[in-house]
Each structure stands twice: as C-alpha cells, then as structure tokens.
C-alpha cells in the first residue's frame, strides 16, 4: 500500500495521475502515515526560523486545516466520498515537495539578515545602485551573499505545490481548471492564515 502510494504521488506530481489513482486506506494506517509525513515535513521546514513548540503547532493546524478544506470543498459538491484520497494526496504531495524545499531552505535562512539589509537599503535608496553595484551600507561582496538560485528554488517548489493541487482539486471536484487553481489559492490562504493566527498566539503566550 505505501509502495502504491509513494508511486501515485510521484505521478501526481508528474500531472499523469489524480486523486482518484492514490490508494484507498481502508484500515486507516495510509490515513496516519499522510497525516504524520504532512506534520513532520512542515515542522522541519517551520522549524528553521520558529521555536519547535510553534513550528509543531503550526505544523499540526496546516495538516488540520488541509484536511478540512478538503472535506469542505467535497461536501459542497457532494463528493464525500472521495474525501480520503484528496486528502492523502494533497499531504503527501504537499510534503514530499516540503521535503524537498529543505535543502534550499537551509541555504536561504543563513543569509536572511544580509537579504532583510538589501530590502531596507533598497526602499531607502529608491532602488538605485552605485557604479560599483553597490547599496548603501553594502557592499557588492555581501549583495553576492543572496542565494539566487536557492530562492529560485524555493519559488518553483511552491509553484509546483499550487499546480499539483489545483491538479488534485480539479481531478477530486470536476470543475474547470481556473476554479481549481482558485481552489488551490484558497488553500495556500487558509493555511498560511490558519497558521499565522495560531503561531502569533503561542508567541504571545511563551514569550
């Protein structure tokens, strides 16, 4: 059943599958697997910049909410039946391209202070540059710092996530291509906000 599930969502990423091809779990242990893979994989990306203790409960509020929005969107078109196998699918897409993500990540998140500087010179200076290609207070040696290609990385990565969903919603809902790609916009949404509300509670919380 993994074996198939791993291949389904190789497949799906490939855009040569849907929803519909991903393994039935009628036992629930591919249901356990998803929801664990879509928590660990989030938590290791959050877990870069938050404290653990946010980065697992935002982690725990993005799969929950995943799930939801789901159910949601099949229960509106009644297709509830089908909940399962969109819902697997979106985490273990989801998290294998998350999984992914990491290694740019950790490219990235070093040379956050340094890109935080070049946003702050550049709003200052009109985003005009010397002769020498430099920004106030930065030097040519530091702007080169940026990793181009990491961020470009990271951007493809979540394209592809927005694809590969808006391709699962639409094999999962039968609607036309530009309401699923809505549909995987909302998603992205209510995640991000989702986590973004809870993540600000803990902090105020723990301090």
Known sequence: MFNQAFHATLQILLFRKGPEDFP???????????????IVATALMLGMLDPPLVALANALVATATVGFYARFLLRMRRLEARYQQTRNA???????????????????????PVMEKISQALATSNGVVDANGALPGLTPEQIAQVPR??????????????????????????????????????????????????????LLIIG
């Open 24 to 38: 039935y779990s009628a036992d629930g242990r591919l249901n356990m697997a998803c929801t664990a893979l879509g």
């Open 90 to 112: 979106l985490l273990a897409v989801g998290s294998t391209l998350m999984l992914l993500m990491l290694i740019p990540a950790a490219n990235v998140v070093p040379a956050l």
């Open 149 to 202: 290609f990491h961020i470009l990385a990271i951007y493809l990565l979540g394209l592809w996530f927005a694809a590969s969903a808006a391709h699962i919603l639409r094999g999962a809902t039968g609607v036309p291509r530009i309401a699923a790609a809505l549909m995987a916009i909302l998603l992205i949404s209510n995640v991000q906000v989702a986590m973004l509300i809870v993540g600000s509670l803990l």
